[in-house]
C-alpha cells in the first residue's frame, strides 16, 4: 500500500485489468466452466449473457470495495465513491445528453431528411395532415417503441450494456487508478485501454462473418477498438469532472443507440457541414457543460469531484 493515494499503482493496473478479464471470461463460463448446455434460442442466449454481465459487475463493485481505502460504513458515502447518487439527477441527464447530441448533429439532419421525405411520400399519396395521418403517427411511434422493447439486442445494446459497463469501467476503475496516484489526463487515457481490450472477444465473431479473412477482421476490430477508445476517453472525462456515474451513461446509452456519427450524404452536402458546426459546438462547450458546480453541491473540499479528496478524512477518522 502506499501511504499517500491508499494503494500503489501497479496494484491499481491489476485489478483494473482483472476486472476487465473478468468481465469477458465469465460471458464464457455457463458453457466452458458450468458444461450448461447450448441455449435453445438467441433470445435464451443474449439473457444468459445478460446474467454473466450482471454478476461479473457486481463481483468488480466488491473488489474494488475490498482494495480501496474506504474505512466508513455508510451506504451513500460508499455509493457516491462510485458515482451512483441521487442529487443532480436533471443536470446529469439533460445536459451530457444534450451536448452528445453535438456529436450527431449531421446523423440528427439526416434523420430529419429522412423524416421530411416521409412525410411528404405520404403528403402526395393523400395523406396530407389528415385527422386519420395524425392518428397514425402516434400509432407508428408506439409500434417502434414495442418493436424495440422486444428486441432483445436493443435491450443489450441501450440497456445491460452501458450499465455493467460503465459499472466496471468507470465507477470501478477510475477511483481505483485516482486512488493508486495516476493523474487525471493519465487516468483518462489509461482506463479507455482496458474497455477496449474487454471488446476484444468480438475478433471470433467478426472473423467469422468476414469469410474467415483475417484482414477484413482485423480492419473492421481495428475501427471499433478506435472508437471504443475515443468515447473511452469522453466517458471517463465525463466521471471525473461531474463526479456522477449517469452523464457517461447516459452518454454511453445515446451512441450505442445512434451508432457511428454521419459524417457525409451523398443525398445533402448540408450534412457534413452539420457534422462539423456539431463537432466545433461540441469541443467549445466540452468544458463549460462539465463544469462540477453544476453537478456537486460543494467542490472546495474536492478537486477531483467524485469524493476522491476526502478519503485520506475518512480513514483519518477510523484510525482515531
Not at 499517500?4 to 491489476?14: Q, T
Not at 434460442?41 to 470495495?65: K, Q
Not at 386519420?132 to 445491460?160: E, M
Not at 445533402?268 to 466545433?280: E, F, N, Q, R, Y
Request: with cysteine.
Amino acid at each position: 500500500m502506499d501511504e499517500e493515494g491508499g494503494l500503489s499503482k501497479p496494484l491499481a493496473v491489476i485489478a483494473c485489468m482483472a476486472m476487465a478479464l473478468l468481465y469477458v471470461a465469465i460471458l464464457y463460463a455457463p458453457t466452458l466452466v458450468l458444461r450448461l448446455p447450448p441455449p435453445s434460442s438467441f433470445n435464451n442466449y443474449m439473457v444468459r449473457r445478460f446474467i454473466c454481465a450482471i454478476i461479473s459487475s457486481i463481483l468488480s463493485l466488491f473488489i474494488s470495495a475490498l482494495i480501496l481505502p474506504v474505512r466508513t460504513k455508510e451506504v451513500p458515502y460508499i455509493l457516491a465513491v462510485y458515482g451512483i447518487r441521487a442529487d443532480h439527477i436533471w443536470q446529469a441527464v439533460i445536459v451530457p445528453l444534450s451536448l452528445t447530441s453535438l456529436m450527431y448533429a449531421g446523423s440528427l439532419f439526416l434523420k430529419s431528411l429522412l423524416l421530411m421525405d416521409s412525410w411528404r411520400q405520404d403528403r402526395d399519396s393523400g395523406g396530407g395532415l389528415s385527422f386519420d395521418y395524425c392518428k397514425y403517427v402516434p400509432q407508428r411511434i408506439l409500434g417502434w417503441f414495442y418493436t424495440t422493447a422486444s428486441n432483445v439486442l436493443a435491450w443489450r445494446n441501450c440497456i445491460v450494456a452501458p450499465i455493467t459497463e460503465e459499472l466496471v469501467f468507470r465507477a470501478c476503475m477510475i477511483p481505483l487508478l485516482l486512488c493508486g496516484g495516476f493523474k487525471i489526463y493519465s487516468v483518462v487515457l489509461l482506463c479507455p485501454v482496458f474497455f477496449s481490450l474487454a471488446h476484444l472477444n468480438h475478433f471470433m465473431e467478426i472473423y467469422c462473418k468476414q469469410n474467415f479473412n483475417i484482414i477484413k477482421a482485423s480492419m473492421v476490430i481495428g475501427l471499433q477498438l478506435g472508437y471504443t477508445v475515443i468515447f473511452g476517453s469522453y466517458a471517463s472525462f465525463l466521471f471525473i469532472r461531474t463526479g456522477h456515474l449517469i452523464p457517461p451513461l447516459v452518454a454511453h446509452m445515446y451512441c450505442n443507440f445512434m451508432g457511428l456519427p454521419a459524417l457525409f450524404s451523398p443525398r445533402s452536402g448540408v450534412v457534413s457541414i452539420a457534422a462539423v458546426m456539431g463537432l466545433l459546438a461540441f469541443l467549445w462547450l466540452l468544458f463549460p457543460a462539465t463544469r462540477p458546480d453544476l453537478y456537486n453541491d460543494r467542490i472546495d473540499s474536492c478537486s477531483c469531484w467524485h469524493g476522491y479528496c476526502t478519503w485520506k478524512e475518512e480513514i483519518g477518522k477510523s484510525d482515531l
